[in-house]
């Protein structure tokens, strides 16, 4: 079992950066792919980003790539999503999430959730 927590998230001029970490507690997490996830109000949790196990595979989403990157630390139990070039789209809140299942980029792929962070970004 994995249990996850993020942290990070704040508010941030458009065109700024920030980074977002994600805790895992247990011993079994480089048994997980890992994901990011966001939400904004009145929308659809969103797929931001996927991990593999031991970081040889990323993906991202059209609407990240070339701005945010996806990285993980097994020996630490993290995983980690540093964000540049922020614009006020991004703002929603953010969650980690674990997947065992080799589906990449559908929420019901993940099944393990972390309570989210929110990132407001300002124009």
């Known amino acids: 079992q994995v249990q996850l927590v993020e942290s990070g998230g704040g508010l941030v001029q458009a065109g700024g950066s920030l980074r977002l970490s994600c805790a895992a507690s247990?011993?079994?997490?480089?048994?997980?792919?890992m994901g990011w996830f966001r939400q904004a109000p009145g929308k659809e949790r969103e797929f931001v980003a996927d991990?593999?196990?031991?970081?040889?595979?990323?993906t991202y989403s059209d609407s990240v790539k070339g701005r945010f990157t996806i990285s993980r630390d097994n020996a630490k139990n993290m995983m980690f999503l540093q964000m540049n070039s922020l614009k006020p789209e991004d703002t929603a809140a953010y969650y980690c999430?674990?997947?065992?299942?080799?589906?990449?980029?559908?929420?019901?792929?993940?099944?393990?959730w972390g309570q989210g962070t929110q990132v407001t970004v300002s124009s």
């Open positions: 999430a674990a997947r065992l299942l080799a589906v990449v980029g559908q929420a019901e792929s993940y099944d393990k």
């Open positions: 247990g011993r079994t997490f480089n048994n997980y792919a």
């Open positions: 991990i593999s196990r031991y970081g040889a595979s990323k």
